[in-house]
């Protein structure tokens, strides 16, 4: 059975699905019959989520965590095997970043980014593989960048841009494990360029952006691409998609 449907009644684990492309991706997977753990760290957004989807039919839990510790990354995945058994589809898309050259920047920002960007991802894999490992149908998709493939002057996100790269890298090191092993689990990375998400206002600290001369992407751009990677057959594995609005010229 290929497409979406032999995902039906699996589990999938969204970080950062409180808001845009995370949200997106939840309400889609909801949508395709999956049940969908809800994971962020403001329990009230996630809530608003997780309305969406109840309303629209769909299966979910809200799962509060602060992907930053450790100890709750731990947590989550026993709580999540506790109410569904366990894991089938991992989107790693929890991530952020502040704008400051690397000269200037605050290491409390770094840190920050590091633990969610770099850390958290790492630890997630590993726990998603435990509840991965023998079935025939699992996935792990992570969310980079752009930022990810190449370092853009004077546009201040310069760590952010080194710990996306450190996500490029762990999901080739993974894409090497499972091959060795022989194993069915497909690992994938989609990589944006800009969305129209809250995103930049975090990374500016509120402060206003200049106008665009293009269109941005949409979060549902996003989450369309993601189920396209699942919904291909299993011999098939997409590993990174790089996705850019027309006119983004970096």
């Known amino acids: 059975m290929n497409g979406m449907e032999r995902w039906r009644g699996k589990v999938a684990l969204v970080t950062g699905a409180s808001s845009g492309i995370g949200a997106a991706i939840a309400r889609d997977l909801a949508a395709a019959g999956l049940k969908v753990a809800l994971v962020a760290r403001t329990a009230d957004r996630l809530a608003q989520t997780a309305s969406v ?10 799962f509060p ?6 100890e709750s990354i731990h947590e989550l995945f ?20 502040y704008n400051a050259a690397l000269s200037q920047g ?8 590091l633990d969610t960007n770099v850390m958290a991802v790492a630890i997630c894999c590993q726990e998603a593989l435990k509840d991965m490992e023998g079935k025939a149908d699992a996935a792990i998709i992570n969310m980079s960048s752009l930022a990810g493939h190449r370092v853009v002057a004077n546009r201040g996100s310069d760590f952010y841009s080194a710990t996306k ?9 993974l894409r090497f494990e499972l091959a060795a092993r022989k194993s069915p ?12 998400t809250d995103f930049q206002g975090r990374a500016r600290r509120g402060q206003d952006r200049a106008n665009l001369p293009y269109e941005q992407l949409k979060p549902e751009d996003i989450s369309s691409v993601a189920l396209y990677m699942l919904g291909t057959p299993r011999n098939v594995q997409i590993h990174d998609v790089l996705i850019r609005p027309v006119g983004q010229p970096f």
């Open 53 to 62: 989807i109840s309303k629209a039919g769909g299966t979910c839990q809200p």
């Open 78 to 97: 026993a709580a999540v095997r506790k109410r569904w058994g366990g894991v089938d589809v991992l989107i790693n898309n929890a991530g952020l970043g």
């Open 185 to 196: 689990v497909k690992i994938g990375m989609i990589s944006p360029g800009q969305v129209a």
């Open 165 to 173: 790269f450190a996500v490029r890298a762990m999901t080739d090191a």
């Open 106 to 113: 605050r290491e409390e920002d770094w840190r920050e980014m």
């Open 65 to 70: 965590t602060d992907l930053r510790k450790p």
